[in-house]
C-alpha cells in the first residue's frame, strides 16, 4: 500500500507539473521544431542559389574565351544575371572582377567601367569591394578623370592602405603634382615593406619622379 500511495503521489505531481507547465514546453518544442525545419530550409535555399549563380559565373568564365562582338554579348548577359539576381554571392563580385578584366582587354571601357562601379558600391562585398575600387581608379586614370579617379581611394581599408596609395600616386603625378605624388609613393613604400615584390616598382617611380 505505502508502494502504491508513493506512486500514486508522483503521478499526482506529474500531472500537477504538466498542468502548470505543460503548455509551455509544448510550445517550446514546437518553436524548436519550427526553428529546425527553417534553417534546414533556409541551407537548401542557399544551395540552390550558390549553385544557380556558380552555372552564370562558368557561363561567364566560358564567354570570356570567346572574344570578339558575341564573346562581349554574353560576358554583360552572365555578369548582368549576377548582378540582379545573385548580388550577395561571391560568384557575384568574382563574376563582375573577370568580366571587367575581359571586357576592358577587349577595349570596351565603358562596359569595364559599369562592372566595376557596381561593384565598388557594394558595402556587402567587402572582401572583393577594394579591388574594385583599385582596377576602377586604374581604368579612370587611363580615361585622364582624375578626380574621379582619386575619389575612389578614399578611406581604403588597412590590408589595401599601401596599395592605394601607390595608385593616388599614379594620378598625382599624372595630374603634375609632384610633391604630393612623391609623399603617396613614400607611403606606399612605407605601408608595403622592404620584402614586398612591389616595393622595388614604387621605388621606381619615387626615383624617376625625383630625377624628374
Do not use: C
Not at 20 to 32: D, F, H, S
Request: glycine share 8%.
Amino acid at each position: 500500500m505505502a508502494y502504491d500511495l508513493e506512486e500514486q503521489e508522483k503521478l499526482d505531481a506529474l500531472r500537477a507539473w504538466w498542468a502548470r507547465y505543460g503548455m509551455l514546453v509544448a510550445i517550446v518544442v514546437a518553436v524548436a521544431v519550427l526553428a529546425w525545419g527553417g534553417w534546414t530550409g533556409w541551407q537548401a535555399y542557399r544551395g540552390h542559389v550558390s549553385r544557380q549563380a556558380m552555372g552564370y559565373f562558368e557561363a561567364l568564365e566560358d564567354a570570356t574565351r570567346l572574344g570578339g562582338a558575341d564573346g562581349a554579348a554574353r560576358i554583360k548577359a552572365a555578369a548582368g544575371t549576377l548582378r540582379q539576381d545573385y548580388p550577395n554571392t561571391g560568384y557575384a563580385a568574382r563574376g563582375v572582377l573577370v568580366a571587367a578584366q575581359a571586357l576592358q582587354a577587349q577595349n570596351d571601357l565603358q562596359g569595364a567601367r559599369e562592372q566595376l562601379e557596381w561593384l565598388a558600391a557594394q558595402p556587402k562585398q567587402p572582401a572583393l569591394r577594394p579591388v574594385a575600387k583599385l582596377r576602377l581608379a586604374g581604368l579612370l586614370l587611363d580615361q585622364k578623370q582624375y578626380d574621379a579617379a582619386l575619389a575612389q581611394l578614399q578611406d581604403p581599408p588597412p590590408a589595401f592602405a599601401a596599395l592605394f596609395a601607390d595608385r593616388r600616386g599614379d594620378i598625382l603625378a599624372a595630374q603634375g603634382k609632384v610633391q604630393e605624388a612623391r609623399a603617396a609613393w613614400q607611403s606606399a613604400i612605407d605601408g608595403l615593406g622592404t620584402a614586398n615584390a612591389l616595393t622595388p616598382v614604387v621605388r621606381l617611380k619615387l626615383d624617376a619622379l625625383s630625377g624628374a
